[in-house]
């Protein structure tokens, strides 16, 4: 079975770049699927925030688009976040996940907060 | 965007009812709506794709229907285990949008 596991710093600074990574176990990120991001702010609202396919194409979140960033790396069998200039409404739980039309698998989310 | 609106946020029933979970869209998604599940640990689950497909490993106490602007997820036959908040989901256009959720709690 796919397992997905989020890891990052937990704390960033506002004006900071956050970095998340997944590592993905089970299954092949370029054999299919997407692979996305998501996350879900205080208060329970969940956003979709982008996606790296098994190609490498990718797709954001227009609200996002011109701070959110998606790789891989194929021989590590991950992806990544990086969110650039993060304020405080950047504070959520950051889940990674498997899917494309719908998202069959997630991880167990991890916590970030953004706070000087 | 698309909006995904969940008018009820919290819900109340007794174990074995049968309980109903409302999602309305600000436009026809075509059936293109999923549903999921998180538990109060913050575990995530699909439960539902395509309005009415069951994911694999989903009980069949759980259902789901809908077409246009507005779908359900049903669960008959409540167990503790329900105990969760349910989200909707429409992948009809990008960028993928939820609904605000419904908290499901045991009377």
């Known amino acids: 079975d796919v397992q997905l596991q989020e890891s990052g710093p937990g704390l960033v600074k506002p004006s900071q770049s956050l970095s998340l990574t997944c590592t993905v176990t089970?299954?092949?990120?370029?054999?299919?699927?997407?692979w996305n991001w998501i996350r879900q702010f205080p208060g329970n609202k969940l956003e979709w925030m982008g996606y790296?396919?098994?190609?490498?194409?990718?797709s954001y979140n227009p609200s996002l688009k011109s701070r959110i960033s998606i790789t891989r790396d194929t021989s590590k069998n991950q992806f990544f976040l990086q969110l650039n200039s993060v304020t405080t409404e950047d504070t959520a739980t950051y889940y990674c996940?498997?899917?494309?039309?719908?998202?069959?698998?997630w991880g167990q989310g991890t916590t970030l907060t953004v706070s000087s | 965007d698309i909006q995904m609106t969940q008018t009820t946020s919290s819900l109340s029933a007794s174990l074995g009812d049968r309980v109903t979970i409302s999602c309305s869209a600000s436009?026809?998604?075509?059936?293109?709506l999923n549903w999921y599940q998180q538990k109060p640990d913050g575990t995530v689950k699909l439960l539902i794709y395509?309005?009415?497909s069951l994911h694999s490993g989903v009980p069949s106490r759980f259902s789901g229907s809908g077409s246009g602007t507005d779908y359900s997820l049903t669960i008959s036959n409540l167990e503790p285990e329900d105990i969760a908040t349910y989200y909707c989901?429409?992948?009809?256009?990008?960028?993928?949008?939820f609904g605000g959720g419904t908290k499901l709690e045991i009377k």
């Open positions: 436009q026809g998604i075509s059936n293109y």
């Open positions: 395509y309005t009415s």
């Open positions: 089970g299954y092949s990120i370029t054999s299919d699927y997407a």
């Open positions: 989901q429409q992948y009809s256009k990008l960028p993928w949008t």
């Open positions: 790296i396919s098994y190609s490498g194409s990718t």
């Open positions: 996940a498997r899917g494309g039309n719908y998202v069959g698998d």
